[in-house]
């Protein structure tokens, strides 16, 4: 699903919501949440493709990874909600990988004729996210909120200090450190997504209000994936965009957790978050330093994400 559509299809979900946002309405008493939270998480990314866009190996299939990359992330969450029914969330995550290790692999015949391990300084992502619900009461104690929202989601992912460990065919010119890798990986999944978030105040109440919340909220996404990558040490290509993956993609995530007042207005929030996403199959166009471009079969695109994490929340009920 292309950008353009993934929105529309976002707006269209979103009309019920919007048609009970009268003026009396909005004229009603505003619940606001704001936090900030720190996280630790964990990633793994790859992608395949089958085919040489230079036409010399046609059964060539080649596969990146990047593994284990750990992190620290920043999380803004922020929460407002009219008249006890109309909800708009948004979400801001970002942070800059600090471990990990990348692999570059290529196969003719089933077998593995190279690879080329390498280090991930300077790698980063960024997370976006916006939605609209309708909040149902269960109860005094039990919030149901169907939601429709958008996502954007960014990897900035980088191979460095590079090592071909593999080269039985001499493809890759002998094994040994690789000088002056900089392969850089720019990859996006962006659309709409809808989903469901459940709360329940599971305490008893003291000052008037309850002292512990647990919270889950799912989420599923459809839209598109892109990938921009420039290959530093390949004359034959040009610079800065040597490489261009697109497919459509689609995505769960998951989140778990649980809020402490320590006022009626401050409460620790802590939980744990959980990403899964995959592509169709799609197309990788590869662009040569001629002005010839060449393509090869996107076969799959696959990430998914963990994250633990605590902060401290802002409520104005």
Known sequence: MNAPR????????????LSVLSADVLAQP???????SVGVRSDDTEWRTTGDPS??????????????????????DGEV?????????????????????????????????????????????????????????????????????????????????GVQVLDPLGMAGGTGPVAGLNNKYDTEWRGAWMGL????????????????SLYARGEYHFGDYELEADENLRPEVKHPRSILQQANANGMVLTVGGAYYLTNTMRVNAGWNYQDWSTDKGLETTFYADGQEGAATLEEANWDSNTVFVGIEYVNK
């Open 197 to 212: 978030h459940v709360e329940h105040d599971a305490s008893e109440r003291v000052n008037g209000a309850r002292r512990l």
């Open 6 to 17: 993934a929105i529309a299809v976002s707006a269209a979900l979103a009309l019920p919501v």
């Open 81 to 161: 909600i009219w008249a006890d029914k109309i909800v708009m969330r948004g979400n801001f995550t970002t942070g800059g990988y600090n471990d990990g290790e990348s692999t570059q692999s290529d196969f003719l015949g089933g077998s593995e004729v190279s690879r080329l391990t390498a280090s991930n300084d300077d790698s980063d992502f960024t997370d976006i996210s916006v939605a609209l619900g309708y909040q149902f009461r269960l109860g005094p104690a039990t919030r149901v909120v169907p939601m429709v929202g958008y996502g954007l989601r960014e990897q900035h992912l980088e191979m460095q200090q």
């Open 30 to 36: 505003v619940e606001t949440r704001f936090g900030v």
């Open 55 to 76: 036409n010399l190996n046609p059964g060539l299939q080649s596969s990146v990874t990047f593994d284990d990359l750990s992190s620290s992330s920043l999380i803004f």
